[in-house]
């Protein structure tokens, strides 16, 4: 680990950022960003799909569809675009930030004028291009959270940024599903709109000059890029230990819904228990696992969110043994989604901790990204599983890897979340440190 002098912070950036901007403030504006960044992927893959297969588009059409969503998985293709381009007058990222969240109202409302049924090709590409441009805005607000939040309030960011996503789940699959059903398509697009452009609001008060002129410059190189991953235990934590701590739990998270439609609940009522009631305790455990990391430290939240993951992921092997009772299914998905959030706020305020400010974007996509590909993979890998071996082997099965997943993270994730935590004291990492590699 690098000496205490290589880790002060060389611009007194916790000074700065209170004196510039009230951190209520700072708070609000990253609340709104994230709780609007998923909205567009959840009004994706439940109202839209939900709508097409109303109007008689066939699964098979449907299944293929879902494949567009990988386009927000891709955002580390471009990622150093967005660190290595900015507007001089309007900000480096909220620049972007405008422009995409302009043009997911702008995609939302040409939704709206469009047919599920009678225009599902138009649709794919508005979905599309809509994708392309949430991802950027994704790259950039995680870019400008690194760099406007003060250290010791990176673990309740990160909590609302893991409670925007469950805060995303529950409009766009539960709000904005009940305005498609009860009262139009087009009304749930305008909807979704609405929520889409709330944010300008406060972004156009943020000065983010004001904010961050005391970082490096946004900049990135293939030089910056290698040598993020020459961190102590940055390659063993990124590629090993991440995904056995967290895909455990990932799976029984996926496992749900289908368990539940295989027993033959009705969309309605998985909506209101799984996405509405599971969206609830997602929001609220992300921001209560974010108070945790800030009051006990990385090292001691990583144990503790592990061993909620693992209660998590446990309780689903009830559910699979009683899946028509209401009760067990509100708890189970509760306590599931509950821990899911709170790993993940764990997951993003260690990325943060690593993020250097002169290439924020870039380096925080590439831990988003691999979150995200360990999610892809195993909830697929869970539901494939579960039509070979049954939902209970499979619920027994990620539980032992969840517990596993523990173990291995307490042995072998020591030299991060030491670094994590010096670096989160420090307050930032000194680009001539990482230039060194």
């Not at 469950?166 to 929520?195: E, N």
């Not at 991440?242 to 739990?249: D, S």
Request: charged share 10%; with cysteine.
């Amino acid at each position: 680990m690098a000496d205490n002098t290589a880790l002060q912070d060389p611009a007194g950036s916790s000074r700065t950022r209170s004196q510039t901007m009230a951190r209520g403030s700072r708070l609000a504006l990253i609340a709104s960003l994230y709780s609007t960044q998923n909205l567009s992927l959840a009004a994706f893959n439940y109202t839209f799909l939900i709508a097409a297969q109303n109007a008689g588009v066939s699964l098979e059409l449907i299944g293929a569809a879902t494949g567009v969503a990988m386009i927000l998985v891709l955002k580390f293709v471009w990622a150093p675009l967005v660190d290595r381009v900015g507007s001089r007058s309007l900000g480096h990222y909220r620049g972007w930030i405008i422009a995409c969240q302009s043009a997911l109202t702008i995609g939302a409302l040409a939704l709206a004028a469009l047919d599920p049924g009678r225009h599902f090709a138009s649709i794919m590409i508005v979905f599309a291009l809509i994708f392309l441009f949430a991802g950027t805005q994704d790259v950039a607000t995680d870019a400008a959270t690194t760099r406007l939040l003060d250290p010791q309030d990176r673990g309740i960011g990160n909590g609302i940024q893991s409670a925007g996503a469950s805060f995303a789940q529950i409009v766009g699959g539960g709000l904005l599903l009940l305005i498609s059903g009860s009262v139009s398509w087009s009304a749930a697009m305008v909807t979704l709109a609405v929520f889409s452009g709330l944010p300008l609001i406060l972004v156009a008060r943020w000065r983010e000059s004001e904010t961050t002129d005391h970082l490096p410059t946004p900049h990135v190189s293939t030089r910056q890029v290698l040598s993020f991953f020459r961190q102590p235990g940055v390659v063993r934590w990124t590629f090993a230990v991440l995904p056995l701590y967290v895909v455990g739990g990932v799976i029984t998270y996926n496992v749900i819904r289908p368990l539940l439609t295989d027993a033959g609940w009705s969309e309605a009522r998985i909506g209101t228990i799984v996405v509405i009631g599971g969206g609830t305790a997602g929001v609220l455990a992300g921001v209560a696992a974010g108070w945790l990391i800030s009051r006990v430290g990385r090292q001691r939240s990583m144990v503790l969110l592990g061993i909620a993951q693992v209660i998590g992921t446990a309780v689903t092997i009830w559910l699979t043994l009683t899946p028509t009772s209401i009760a067990v299914a509100a708890f189970v998905t509760a306590i599931s989604n509950a821990s899911f959030a709170a790993t993940g706020a764990f997951l993003y305020t260690i990325a943060m901790d690593l993020t250097r400010p002169e290439s924020s974007g870039t380096d925080f996509t590439a831990f988003s990204t691999l979150i995200q590909i360990v999610m892809v993979i195993g909830g697929g890998l869970g539901i494939a599983l579960a039509g070979v071996l049954g939902f209970t082997v499979v619920a027994i099965g990620a539980t032992a890897v969840s517990a596993a997943g523990i173990v291995i993270a307490t042995l072998l994730a020591r030299p991060v979340i030491q670094r994590a935590e010096a670096l989160a004291t420090a307050g930032a990492i000194p680009e001539s440190e990482n230039s060194n590699g």
